[in-house]
């Protein structure tokens, strides 16, 4: 699948979508790309699996383990690691830290895909793979279905992107006028029980 074939998928379920956005960086876009409504396509998740997959072995890369962050990197990491035939588990913020919780372990020193539903500015990717050394894993990819940031976000080790495309962010500060009239909304989850 190549960009257009990733964004014609978005586009389909209704999932690429155009307002005032407060992203989870603080940033705002005039884009929002909301992963939840492809990935409930259960069909569409496994055909964006199966080429991020395809991708990524490309890579030449070997993993053990699939670690993702909740809330958006769940169905996605899941549904990778089924691809790959490895397991598959999340961390969650607890009191805004990304922590593995539910009883899952990483066996010390497995080969770890950290694997994102967006990477916007890196910073989730970051904090994600944070947890995961601190868990005993090492991290020897990170992958996601769109990287936003052109490609100059980094997050310390290769990414793979499905798709990569260059959406722009705003400092709170610089936001537009076009868009500052607009009331901005904040669709993901960080910070929300605060
Ligand atoms: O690269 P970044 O600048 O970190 O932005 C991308 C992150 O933002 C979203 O998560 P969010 O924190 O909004 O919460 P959610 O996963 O629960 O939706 C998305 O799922 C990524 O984790
Ligand atoms: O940066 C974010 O918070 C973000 C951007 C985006 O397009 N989609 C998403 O789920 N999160
Ligand atoms: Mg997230």
Same mark, same amino acid.
């Given at each position: @699948?190549?960009?257009?074939?990733?964004?014609?998928?978005?586009?389909?379920?209704?999932?690429?979508? +155009?307002?005032?956005?407060?992203?989870?960086?603080?940033?705002?876009?005039?884009?929002?790309?909301?992963?939840? !409504?492809?990935?409930?396509?259960?069909?569409?998740? @496994?055909?964006?699996? =199966?080429? &991020?997959?395809?991708?990524?072995?490309?890579?030449? %890369?070997? /993993?053990? @383990?699939?670690?993702?962050?909740?809330?958006?990197?769940?169905?996605?990491?899941? $549904? /990778?690691?089924?691809?790959?035939? #490895?397991?598959?588990?999340?961390?969650?913020?607890?009191?805004?830290?990304?922590?593995?919780?539910?009883?899952? $372990? *990483?066996?010390?020193?497995?080969?770890?895909? @950290?694997? $994102?539903?967006? *990477?916007?500015?890196? !910073?989730?990717?970051?904090?994600? #793979? +944070?947890? *995961?050394?601190?868990?005993?894993?090492?991290? %020897? =990819?990170?992958?996601?279905?769109?990287?936003?940031?052109?490609?100059?976000?980094?997050?310390?080790?290769? *990414?793979?992107?499905?798709?990569?495309?260059?959406?722009?962010? &705003?400092?709170?500060? $610089?936001?537009?006028?076009?868009?500052?009239?607009?009331?901005?909304?904040?669709?993901?989850?960080?910070?929300?029980?605060?």
């Amino acid at each position: @699948m190549n960009t257009e074939d990733v964004l014609n998928e978005f586009r389909d379920a209704g999932a690429l979508l +155009e307002g005032h956005f407060k992203l989870s960086s603080g940033k705002h876009s005039s884009v929002y790309c909301q992963c939840a !409504l492809v990935l409930k396509d259960t069909w569409r998740a @496994m055909k964006l699996s =199966a080429a &991020f997959v395809e991708k990524l072995k490309a890579t030449g %890369v070997d /993993v053990d @383990m699939v670690v993702s962050p909740a809330m958006g990197g769940v169905v996605i990491g899941y $549904e /990778v690691a089924r691809t790959l035939g #490895i397991p598959g588990v999340f961390t969650e913020r607890v009191e805004g830290q990304l922590e593995l919780r539910r009883g899952f $372990e *990483i066996p010390r020193g497995a080969k770890i895909l @950290m694997m $994102e539903d967006i *990477i916007t500015t890196g !910073l989730s990717s970051r904090e994600c #793979i +944070e947890s *995961i050394e601190a868990a005993g894993g090492h991290v %020897v =990819a990170a992958g996601c279905l769109i990287n936003r940031s052109g490609g100059r976000a980094e997050v310390g080790v290769p *990414i793979t992107a499905l798709a990569t495309i260059d959406a722009p962010i &705003f400092d709170p500060s $610089e936001v537009p006028d076009e868009l500052k009239n607009i009331p901005a909304v904040k669709p993901g989850s960080r910070g929300l029980n605060k």
